[in-house]
């Protein structure tokens, strides 16, 4: 009987201290730091481009470009006056089609979706030269074929991290 209980309680100290683990959070002190570290713990983006995208819910993201076609959201959040930097979405590859257009949610629970192409499509999107793609956001769902979309990026814009 206390051999059972022994290993049981071994058992949920392992289980417990696994979970923990995952639910770590490393912070920084700024926001460039929270960035840098998760740009050299994210190899594939060493050689790849980043820009900031300012969103007129007083919010940002990040877009990332890995390699030469290849593109994902993330995005910088505070706790504690620190900050860290996580994805907030999959890996999209364009290199084979026109663009690529997929949903997404912030931290503060706004839905948004961004739509990303080679050419401009979107009546109100930019161009950025450091992703060499057209970008547009807007606020909730729409249909990869809708053009006249308002844009949810402010007039500060875009700044590019690397």
């Given at each position: 009987?206390?051999?059972?209980?022994?290993?049981?309680?071994?058992?949920?100290?392992?289980?417990?201290?696994?979970?923990?683990?995952?639910?770590?959070?490393?912070?920084?002190?700024?926001?460039?730091?929270?960035?840098?570290?998760?740009?050299?713990?994210?190899?594939a983006i060493h050689k790849g481009s980043i820009i900031e995208i300012d969103l007129n819910d007083h919010e940002a993201v990040l877009l990332f470009k890995q390699m030469n076609t290849a593109y994902y959201l993330g995005v910088?959040?505070?706790?504690?006056?620190?900050?860290?930097?996580?994805?907030?979405?999959?890996?999209?590859?364009?290199?084979?089609?026109?663009?690529?257009?997929?949903?997404?949610?912030?931290?503060?629970?706004n839905e948004y979706t961004i739509k990303i192409t080679k050419q401009k499509e979107d009546v109100d999107s930019i161009f950025n030269k450091d992703l060499g793609v057209f970008i547009t956001i807007v606020k909730g769902k729409r249909r990869y074929e809708d053009q006249n979309v308002k844009n949810f990026i402010t007039s500060k814009g875009i700044r590019s991290i690397q």
């Open positions: 009987m206390k051999r059972k209980l022994m290993l049981m309680v071994l058992l949920i100290c392992v289980i417990s201290t696994g979970c923990m683990n995952k639910n770590d959070v490393q912070l920084f002190e700024t926001k460039e730091e929270a960035i840098s570290n998760f740009i050299e713990e994210e190899e910088t959040t505070e706790v504690n006056n620190q900050y860290t930097t996580n994805r907030l979405s999959p890996g999209v590859d364009i290199g084979n089609t026109t663009g690529a257009m997929w949903e997404f949610k912030t931290d503060n629970e």
